[in-house]
């Protein structure tokens, strides 16, 4: 079981930046590969970020290429998101997944995640 823990959330102006931690417990943090997702009001639950579990391996949202730049201290077991330029369109709650995929695998598809935290909300005034 792994346990994941959101923080960083915010209100934030258009054009700012905030960082999001996902803090893990539970089995080897290392071992797992890592994702961001966001959901807007009356909106699906979409794709941000993920890492493979080395780091190696990133993959991005179209919408946040080069604006949100994940990372993860295996050290720490904590994956980071952080968000530069942010935009109104980015104002959602946001949550982080582990998966336990093979070596260098970034896992983009909600379902393949196995374990969810509980979401923290970023809000971006215009």
């Known amino acids: 079981q792994v346990q994941l823990v959101e923080s960083g959330g915010g209100l934030v102006q258009a054009g700012g930046s905030l960082r999001l931690s996902c803090a893990t417990s539970?089995?080897?943090?290392?071992?797992?590969?890592m994702g961001w997702f966001r959901q807007a009001p009356g909106k699906e639950r979409e794709f941000v970020a993920a890492?493979?579990?080395?780091?190696?391996?990133?993959y991005y949202a179209d919408s946040v290429k080069g604006r949100f730049p994940i990372s993860r201290d295996n050290a720490k077991n904590t994956v980071y998101l952080q968000m530069n330029s942010l935009k109104p369109e980015d104002t959602a709650v946001y949550y982080c997944?582990?998966?336990?995929?093979?070596?260098?695998?970034?896992?983009?598809?909600?379902?393949?995640?196995?374990?969810w935290g509980q979401g923290t909300q970023v809000t971006v005034s215009s």
């Open positions: 539970g089995r080897t943090f290392s071992s797992y590969a």
């Open positions: 890492s493979s579990w080395s780091g190696g391996n990133t």
């Open positions: 997944a582990a998966d336990p995929a093979p070596f260098g695998i970034v896992v983009v598809r909600s379902e393949e995640y196995d374990y």
